[in-house]
């Protein structure tokens, strides 16, 4: 971190108190992002690109205000922009309704330096890319590869007037990976991203093996059958249940949505209102974890500078928490848990999952599989569609296979997944005890729409979903 831009922190917090704020956060931010796009064996572009700059926050009159500047280069652009949210502030204070309000956090005076085994290099993350495309490439039936590396070097300061002052400096390192087969008027796609918080041991190996298994699995793709539509019991493995999760079990958890106060455009939650009661069987649980290493969603303190925790959501079916930031928390009665988090510094951070999962189980999953007379292994995420309160959903998966007698059979293509929050998340009778987090890179939320990388998981769970094949 440029030790300049700190000092400028420091001294929006200075000027903020002095001019009669009640609170004043700022973030720091520093980014180096190299990135390559290759496809079929060209490479399309490679990118660099360096950000820094400030984001502050303050409450004057209990009213919140937000600015942020780019590459500032004076306390006088610093004073500017306060004086400006201040007059904001004061303005909006007059409509006013509820008392602003926060959960007393303490004074933490720390730096962070996250373990990277292999530094990340530009070099190196085009030759793994070339190989990735390579493998897809070489696969039979394959008639485009798509191979997209990045890494992210990240440098964060917050500091607020409450007497906190945190560095966190850390990379993530991530690769995205599409195979398209095409046959007979037929084409089907496969993709993957892989990569976590670290150097470039998070993809090392771990990509050029999951580039076969895309390539292999869209070629075979190209002789499965459609499924019929029909109710029945699934296992879905642990990369779908990392969407579902996302989409039906975290979204719903985050405080505000629970609050309404993202109905107009993001939805709310279908469990408003239902802490303490069972939403679903007793083999449901649910946690997000900030500490989970390794993980995109693994951070020390979030962008409120509260220091992250598990925090349990469901517990043996029963809804125990949400996710809460430091106001919420005093709505609730609660303590913040830690996911309070922005894109960067030009955003308010907003309440976001950290690394969102459904807690592991002890079954093995080829007994799962044994005990199903009819049904179907439902496999990898692909495209969810969910209604604003997040009740009912539908996801289409990359491919499924079919079930019978506890054998798994015939490939299926262009399988969807459907059914309602509560009606699924009480059948499920089995977890297992493959328990795997994925890389999310792309999870929207807010407006203006901030997107935000974070980790999900869980086991292979098996439950009743209604299964069909669209064209």
């Keep these: ?85 201040i007059k904001n502030s004061t303005h909006h204070a007059k409509n006013k309704k509820e008392q602003f309000s926060l959960y007393p956090n303490s004074a933490i005076n720390k730096k962070i330096d996250y373990p990277i085994l292999e530094k990340p290099e530009l070099e190196k993350l085009i030759k793994i890319g070339m190989e990735c495309d390579k493998i897809i490439s070489d696969t039979s039936k394959i008639i485009k590869s798509v191979v997209n590396p990045w890494y992210t070097n990240n440098s964060k300061y917050f500091t607020s007037s409450e007497g906190s002052q945190i560095l966190q400096n850390f990379s993530d390192v991530v690769i995205e990976m599409i195979a398209t087969a095409h046959e007979s008027g037929l084409t089907q796609s496969v993709n993957i991203t892989e990569g976590g918080r670290g ?38 493995n ?19 949505r629970v609050l309404g106060k993202e109905m107009a455009w993001a939805g709310g939650a279908w469990w408003k209102g239902r802490l303490g009661e069972k939403i679903g069987s007793e083999k449901l649980n649910v946690f997000d974890d900030p500490t989970i290493k390794e993980s995109l969603g693994w951070y020390h303190f979030d962008d ?4 992250t925790k598990k925090t349990t959501l469901v517990k043996e079916g029963v809804l125990k928490n949400h996710m809460q930031n430091r106001e919420t928390a005093k709505t609730f009665n609660v303590t913040p848990t830690g996911n309070m988090r922005a894109t960067n510094y030009r955003f308010m951070p907003l309440i976001r999952m950290a690394c969102t999962c459904i807690g592991n189980g002890d079954w093995n999953v080829d007994e799962m599989i044994k005990e199903v007379k009819s049904g179907y292994l439902i496999s990898n995420m692909k495209i969810p569609s969910i209604d604003m309160k997040r009740y009912n959903w539908s996801i289409s998966c990359q491919y499924a296979q079919k079930i019978d007698n506890g054998e798994v059979t015939d490939l299926l293509r262009d399988v969807i997944v459907m059914g309602t929050a509560p009606e699924f998340f009480q059948s499920i009778d089995a977890c297992g005890n493959d328990f795997t987090v994925r890389p999310i890179t792309n999870c929207g939320k807010g407006d203006p729409m901030q997107s935000m990388i974070m980790g999900n998981g869980g086991p292979s769970i098996r439950g009743t979903a209604t299964v069909k094949s669209v064209n």
Excluded at 214 to 222: D, T, V
Excluded at 240 to 256: K, Q, R
Excluded at 304 to 307: D, M, N, Q
Aim: aromatic fraction near 6%.
């Design 1 to 85: 971190m440029d030790t300049q831009l700190e000092e400028f922190a420091d001294y929006a917090i200075k000027y903020a108190v002095n001019s009669g704020v009640q609170y004043c956060d700022a973030r720091a931010e520093e980014q180096e992002r190299k990135s390559t796009l290759i496809e079929n064996g060209q490479t399309e572009y490679v990118r660099s690109v360096n950000d820094s700059g400030i984001g502050i926050r303050l409450v004057k009159d209990g009213t919140w205000s937000f600015c942020s500047i780019t590459n500032p280069k004076s306390n006088e652009q610093i004073k500017n922009a306060i004086d400006e949210s």
């Design 199 to 236: 150097g470039m041991e998070q993809i090392t190996n771990k990509a050029q093996k999951s580039a076969q298994n895309i390539a292999k699995k869209a070629s075979e793709l190209l002789s499965a059958k459609p499924a019929k539509e029909e109710k029945a019991t699934v296992v879905m």
């Design 238 to 256: 642990p990369d779908f249940v990392s969407l579902l999760t996302h989409e039906i079990l975290g979204h719903p958890s985050e405080a505000d």
């Design 304 to 307: 409120e500078g509260v220091e």
